[in-house]
Every structure is written in C-alpha cells, then in structure tokens.
C-alpha cells in the first residue's frame, strides 16, 4: 500500500444542545457582582442538557450529522474513536453505541474504542487515529474521532464553567488541514486537580488554585518540548512568530488569555535580552511556582500580547464562549471557530494547539491548513446554527440540572423533557429499562415542525438515516 501523505482533518463538524443560558443572566440569578462570568471569565453563554440527552445521543448525532453532511461512505470508515469523560457505563464504550450508525451497511470491521483521562481523552483519539493511519496496521480507510462532553457541576462558583458539545471529526490522507509530522510536546503527571471517584454523581471534585498552575505548569512543558522538536525538524529558532493561529483548551477564556500569555513567557525566559521584553526583566529570576500567581506578571503578560491574542488566539474562541466547556470538545471546537472565522485566510497557515486534561495529560502539537477549507465552512454553518438555539432562564436551567442529578444512574425511568427543545433531527434518549439497556428515538423534520417518529428505535436498531 502507497504509504499516506499530508494526514489530517477531511471533515468536521460540531453538536451542541438547542438551550443554553446567558452567563449575564445567570450573574444577576447567582447575585455576583455584573461581570464576574462575562468578564472574569470571559464567558457569554452556556450550553446545557435535560434529560432527554446523554452523551450516546450526542455522540450520535455528531457522527451522524458528520457522515450525512459529508456524504460519507460507511464502509470508508476503518476506525472510530471516542475522548471523553462523560461515563455512563463502567465497561461498555459509547463507541459500540456508535457501531448502530453502521449497522445497515454492515460494516463491523471497524476498530477503536474509548479513550478517558478528563478533557485530554478527544487528543489522545486523534493521536491513536493518525497513528493508526500511518502505520502498517493501516487497511486504506478512513477514521472518525469523536471529542466532547457534558460538564456540569454542583451550585457554586464552577457552574459557569460548565457547558455541553461534541465535535467529531473524519481523519485521512491529502487531507486540506494536515498534521505537522514529528512535532509534539507532552507533559503528564499524577495530580489530583480535577477528579471524578463517585460513579453516583456527575459532578466533579476540583481543587481549582491546583489545577491552574497544573495547566500553566503543562503549557511550560509542553511549549518547551514542542519548540525543541521544531527547531530540530527545520534547524532554525523557534518562538511565537512562527506561529500564525494558537487554539487552546479553553476551560473559560480567561485561562486562554493567560495560557497565551505564558508562552510569550517563555519566549522571553528563552531569550531574555531581546528588547521587546524589557518589562520582564524583573520577572526573570522568579521560580516558575512563583509565576503561576503573580498578577503583576500577568498583567504585563497580557498587555504585551494584547494585539497578538487578538490576532491569533480571539478567532479560536468563539465557540468556547458560546458553549462553554466542552471538556474533550474544547479544542476541537477551538479550531472549528477559527475555521468559521478565517475561512480560506488560514490557506498556507499554522496553528499552534495546546490540549490538556486534569490528572493530568496534555500536548502541544500544530497544524497547517493546506488547501480552502470553504466547503467545511460552508456545511458545518456554525453562526446561524448558534443563532437558531434556545435561550432559556436560570431557573429553568437550574431545575434541569437538578432533574438530570435527581435521574443520574436511575433506572426503568422515561425522561420528561419535551423533544420540542431539541433540534430536528436528532438522536434522543427515549426511556431506560429496569436493567440499565438505554433506548433511543428521533426527532424528525416534517414541513416547518419538529416531530418525534413514532416507532421505538433501542439501542440495537439505529438506523444511518439522512435528515429530511
């Protein structure tokens, strides 16, 4: 077989929930100071779920959607691969919920399972698939990777930081957004941040001053390791003006803003004498520990790279900030809004990717967009599909997370929320038996209305049906 070139992304696309809540309405419901989520974090909205979807239903529609917008042939598909850390079974994967995409055609012969390690899990599939695909296991087929998650967490300060969304994505060769080969940076360690040891709850336990200065402290790591491998590929200096677009984990965007910041950091601690970074010079002895904090740093961090950030890291966030965290997604949405955002000005560019998950695993590594990636654009319609979504109040979006804690784990239930909240479509969650078997229906489009098909579609029957 003619050994693959230019591996990358073929096609992508992005599921979110229809409802979200407005962080500035949820200021006023929380009775914090106006600005402390739209500003302090840099959020503006959040997407959220009821109980009539999970993460099989997401996962579904994302592939499927994916396969349909794409016109993509199910035999092509050779591997399929799910990050997240949304868990609804100890030991089966979402990915074999998935096979029922392909079950009409018959294709089983299709590799890959789950991946999980917090927010990293999506990277580490899109790893394993290019991999795969440049090795001599590879059979000449194609390969989807599945990233996102439902966050959610208890009241408190971190439930503006939660959200909801799936991106899934179509990797092969002569691909218009290629992999820079050989360039990665990792960093892991064990480190209890960001945590979920209680299978009856799906809200984490965070120690959120850890988990920042764990994030930071990756970043250091992972840029340093990334820059070697860069400078060894193409025997020249490397720093951010190599870079054209950054895209990072985005937990909130104010993390993003900072993280940028913190490359910039060590670019200066690489080559401390250059004048652009005289108002460092102050910082240069500090131990990095005593960095991750130091406001005065971080405000001259982000006043240095307020135009660049602008430039190249404000285009990735869009949807970051429309959903909020997405968890494995987080990325890979990134990258989709600067898809959305630059369109066929990414032609011949690189972008810069820092992904990280809490225990902690994360990478540095980059792209660069080889071709016009005007037909992606153009199918994944991301601005009007935003537009098109529900907006609902605080209180209603409180009593959905307090159904979806009441009904965590619960079995022989039917879910209570009307599917008129979700777009047409899609996959949804119809009813749990006594024994835990999840069956699933799907709302239709007929004419100008949104209705749900009739017949009871489990688990085991699924069909690769294309929108009407």
């Known amino acids: 077989m003619t050994k693959p070139n230019n591996i990358g992304i073929l096609a992508i696309d992005v599921y979110f929930p229809k409802t979200y809540v407005a962080q500035e309405d949820l200021e006023k419901f929380d009775g914090v100071s106006a600005g402390k989520y739209t500003v302090g974090l840099g959020q503006t909205n959040m997407a959220f779920c009821g109980d009539r979807e999970d993460i099989y239903s997401l996962c579904l529609n994302a592939v499927n959607n994916l396969m349909v917008k794409y016109d993509v042939d199910p035999h092509s598909v050779g591997r399929l691969e799910v990050g997240t850390e949304t868990v609804i079974d100890k030991a089966k994967s979402i990915k074999t919920v998935l096979m029922d995409l392909f079950a009409s055609s018959g294709n089983t012969s299709i590799d890959g399972i789950d991946t999980i390690n917090a927010c990293y899990g999506g990277t580490s599939a899109l790893h394993n698939a290019v991999q795969w695909i440049e090795s001599t296991y590879w059979d000449g087929r194609n390969a989807i990777v599945v ?6 967490y208890e ?6 930081t939660g959200g909801a969304g799936v991106v899934a994505m179509l990797i092969g060769p002569n691909a218009p957004i290629t992999f820079d080969s050989g360039l990665r940076g990792v960093h892991m360690e ?5 945590y979920k040891p209680d299978m009856e709850s799906e809200y984490p336990r965070v120690d959120g001053k850890l988990s920042i200065s764990c994030y930071l402290r990756a970043i250091d790591n992972c840029y340093s390791r990334y820059r070697s491998q860069f400078e060894k590929k ?4 490397f720093d951010l003006s190599k870079v054209d677009y950054a895209v990072f984990h985005s937990p909130y965007n104010k ?9 910039l950091y060590n670019d200066f601690l690489k080559n401390p004498t250059d004048e652009k970074f005289k108002t460092l010079e102050s910082y240069r002895q500090l131990k990095p520990e005593d960095t ?18 602008a430039n190249k890291v404000a285009p990735s966030t869009a949807l970051a900030k429309q959903l909020g965290n997405t968890y494995c997604g987080s990325t890979y949405s990134g990258l989709l809004s600067l898809f959305s955002e630059k369109r066929d000005e990414l032609v011949g560019k690189r972008v810069l990717t820092f992904s990280y998950g809490s225990g902690l695993s994360a990478s540095a590594f980059s792209f660069k967009v080889d071709k016009s990636i005007e037909e992606i654009v153009e199918k994944v319609d991301l601005k009007n599909r935003l537009e098109s979504r ?3 109040t605080p209180e209603e979006f409180t009593a959905k997370l307090s159904l979806r804690e009441q009904r965590h784990n619960l079995k022989n239930y039917t879910p209570s929320d009307c599917t008129s909240t979700l777009f047409p479509g899609s996959f949804f969650l119809k009813q749990v038996d006594n024994v835990g078997r999840r069956q699933y229906d799907r709302t239709y489009m007929t004419s100008s209305r949104s209705i749900s098909i009739t017949r009871v579609v489990a688990a085991t029957g699924l069909r690769y049906v294309k929108l009407l």
């Open 147 to 152: 990233a996102g998650d439902i966050a959610v």
């Open 155 to 160: 009241k408190g300060p971190a439930r503006p």
């Open 190 to 194: 064990n480190v209890y941040d960001f």
């Open 234 to 237: 193409f025997g020249q200096p």
């Open 255 to 263: 993390l993003v803003q900072k993280s940028f910041g913190r490359m």
């Open 292 to 309: 991750y904090f130091n406001s005065d740093l971080e405000k001259a961090l982000l006043s240095l790279t307020k135009e660049t950030y």
């Open 390 to 392: 529900q907006r609902v």
